[in-house]
């Protein structure tokens, strides 16, 4: 009988996400992508002649979705030509009023797709799956139950789980408060041949034995290589994975950050931008610090996101590291009479002595940027 199994570890679908800081079109963009992303899924499965997919945890944002999104999901699933076993996570833990326990999930839900909602042995054609389900969520070691190592070990053996490695999470967090706690070690001390693991929404490798695939489209900038799933294959019992991760993301999620502190520096970048191959796919942070003239910083901080928003998916700037230098010319920019005038003339000064000349400057960049606002609208009207 041949012991090999092939299958894809996946994790954080978090279909129904609102993505409600990613505004307009782009917002949309970032939702729908999630479904998408589920077809090209299934096609990496079906091209590695996957036996079958997990999906490691928090499939839903939550149980509140519209049904809209479980209709769109189970229409997306179809396209799986082998079983999927759907692992509660802890945004959409098994509980007694999850989304997985309704009527409803149990008429339309496709009959490939099987919730792993029980601590127990799931036997399928090719391997022994130890699914952690969080019937919680949050709980201490949702794995306590492999200890025992239930389940023949003569067939490869699989664990499912959704939680965080406190080891991973030393120097920034409490070991103590790591919220679904899942122990290092667990592959050996089960006698797993793999361990699949979400929460975790960057890909990462744990051991030889344990891997996060991480999500397969990212929702924050801050994540580290997401976008992936993970195609496993294993030769039989106690022989070590092949595990090759398949990027399936949609969008490109990117933060850069670059020093400003003259025209040249500007110009360069403005250049990089615009030769930026993928912008249509691309949300992009852009995070600026140094120091510009006037005319410069109202160029990077006004004009900029009026026109790269309309040629990269999502720009986010961040420019609180940037300060406004004022020259000569840029005081000479400003009404020299009225309040404004008054108020210009005694930050020139520094003559508030409470106040720092970094302050001045921001109170200058404060006076610059309403200045310009009126003489805008003043055009308009």
């Known amino acids: 009988m041949n012991k090999s199994v092939r299958f894809v570890h996946t994790a954080d679908w978090q279909l129904g996400l609102r993505a409600g800081h990613v505004p307009d079109d782009a917002g949309a963009a970032v939702r729908n992508a999630r479904f998408d992303m589920i077809g090209r899924i299934a096609a990496v499965a079906h091209e590695s002649e996957a036996h079958f997919v997990v999906v490691a945890g928090d499939v839903f944002e939550n149980h509140a979705i519209h049904l809209q999104t479980t209709q769109r999901t189970f229409e997306a699933l179809r396209a799986f030509r082998c079983p999927v076993y759907l692992l509660p996570g802890n945004h959409d833990p098994f509980t007694p009023d ?29 391997a022994v799956l130890l699914p952690c389900p969080l019937t919680e969520r949050d709980m201490h070691n949702p794995t306590a139950w492999l ?5 023949p070990t003569d067939r490869v ?18 070991a103590d408060r790591v919220i679904n706690d899942i122990p290092r070690n667990l592959a050996d001390r089960a006698s797993l041949d793999y361990l699949a693991l979400g929460d975790w929404h960057g890909l990462r490798q744990i ?22 799933v993970l195609a496993v294959s294993i030769g039989g019992p106690r022989e070590i994975p092949q595990v090759t991760p398949v990027s399936v993301a949609q969008f490109k999620w ?37 120091s510009l003239n006037m005319k410069l910083h109202a160029k990077v901080t006004t004009e900029w996101p009026a026109h790269f928003r ?68 003043g055009r308009q009207s």
């Open 147 to 151: 200890d025992a190592q239930p389940g």
């Open 207 to 228: 051991n030889a034995r344990t891997w996060y695939s991480g999500t397969p489209e990212a929702t924050t900038f801050s994540e580290r290589d997401p976008g992936n």
């Open 98 to 126: 999850a989304l997985y326990r309704t009527d409803w999930w149990k008429r339309e839900c496709p009959p490939l797709v099987h919730v792993l909602g029980r601590r127990e042995i799931e036997l399928t054609e090719h």
């Open 254 to 290: 990117q933060t850069i950050e670059r020093t400003l502190m003259s025209g040249d520096d500007v110009a360069a970048l403005e250049a990089e931008l615009e030769a930026w191959t993928g912008r249509s796919t691309t949300l992009l942070e852009l995070v600026l610090i140094g």
């Open 310 to 377: 309309g040629l990269f998916l999502h720009v986010r700037l961040k420019t609180d590291g940037l300060r406004l230098q004022f020259s000569d010319d840029d005081y000479a920019a400003l009404p020299s009479e009225g309040w404004i005038g008054r108020v210009v003339a005694r930050l020139r000064a520094n003559h508030d002595t409470e106040a720092s000349a970094e302050e001045c400057q921001r109170a200058l960049q404060q006076l610059h940027r309403i200045h310009l606002e009126s003489a805008h609208k």
């Open 157 to 174: 053996r699989v664990g499912v789980a959704h939680g965080a490695i406190p080891e991973e999470l030393a120097g920034r967090v409490d």
